[in-house]
């Protein structure tokens, strides 16, 4: 098992179970003892549990905190990965679309194979990985303060600039849902975020399940006000509760 791999499993029966022995651990992914222990330590010290003895327990729904961007490229891979495909399909050439930070949005500028795209976006590591493409997109990056945990650009230059722009599409992501609320670390950059969205015409909120029914610091925009949620199957057994506020498309295994 690759440790991305380790690192979601036990971040999940964590969740799951509120405190986890590391011997239940090593039984359910049949790593040694050593492993777990490392892992457990490395995801400490990641914000993603709390080390006690024999074990581990949960942070609960609100984490002391955020991961960096860096951080949280290891996390969920594949259900992001699934994401991004489902959220492929809703953008077409000629369109001008907005793309927030988070390390969803930045693997959808990834997997982007257009010609004829105007991309905004206020994201550092999204920005350069899509005018490193041969393509020829029209790539604009929103200056501002950048705050370097995210490496996204928020404040009162970037937001100036973003309520006169318009957009066909605006593709999000955010640290927690919480019923109808979406949640950030920092008011900055939920304000930022919810200007680019209110200046959508459709507004995409791309988040993987893990998130759901968790809790963050800023809430900074309404599920009900989303056209729609594009999440993975772990989010299938809420399914019917998240439907009372938006469309839902859940994306496909890969």
């Known amino acids: ?12 029966l964590v969740d799951r179970d509120g405190t986890v022995q590391v ?10 003892d050593m492993t777990v222990r490392r892992d457990l330590s490395e995801l400490e010290t990641l914000g993603l549990l709390k080390r006690v003895h024999g074990g581990a327990k949960s942070l609960n729904v609100y984490r002391p905190t955020e991961l960096s961007h860096h951080d949280k490229q290891i996390m969920n891979r594949d259900q992001k990965e699934a994401i991004v495909q489902e959220a492929l399909n809703y953008i077409n050439e000629d369109e001008t679309i907005y793309l927030g ?10 997997a982007m194979d257009f010609k004829h795209l105007r991309i905004v976006t206020n994201s550092l590591p999204v920005f350069e990985t899509l005018t490193s493409k041969s393509n020829a997109l029209d790539v604009y990056l929103l200056g501002g303060k950048m705050r370097e945990r995210t490496q996204a650009f928020n404040g009162d230059i970037t ?3 973003l309520k006169n722009m318009h957009f066909h599409k ?4 955010c640290n927690a849902l919480k019923d109808n609320d979406i949640m950030t670390a920092t008011i900055e950059e939920g304000q930022t975020q919810a200007i680019a969205i209110d200046n959508a015409v459709e507004t995409y909120l791309l988040m993987d399940a893990s998130k759901i029914g968790k809790e963050d610091f800023y ?12 999440t993975d199957k772990g989010a299938k057994d809420r399914l019917k509760k998240l439907k009372q506020y938006t469309q839902v498309k859940i994306s496909k295994s890969i």
Request: charged content about 20%; cysteine-free; aromatic content about 10%.
């Open 219 to 230: 809430t900074y925009y309404q599920l009900d006000d989303v056209s729609t949620l594009i």
């Open 23 to 32: 011997n239940d651990i090593t039984q359910r992914l049949g790593v040694s």
């Open 159 to 161: 937001n100036q600039t």
């Open 1 to 12: 098992m690759l440790k991305e791999e380790r690192f979601n499993a036990i971040v999940e």
């Open 101 to 110: 930070p988070g390390t969803t949005v930045h693997m959808l500028a990834e």
């Open 170 to 173: 605006a593709f999000f992501s």
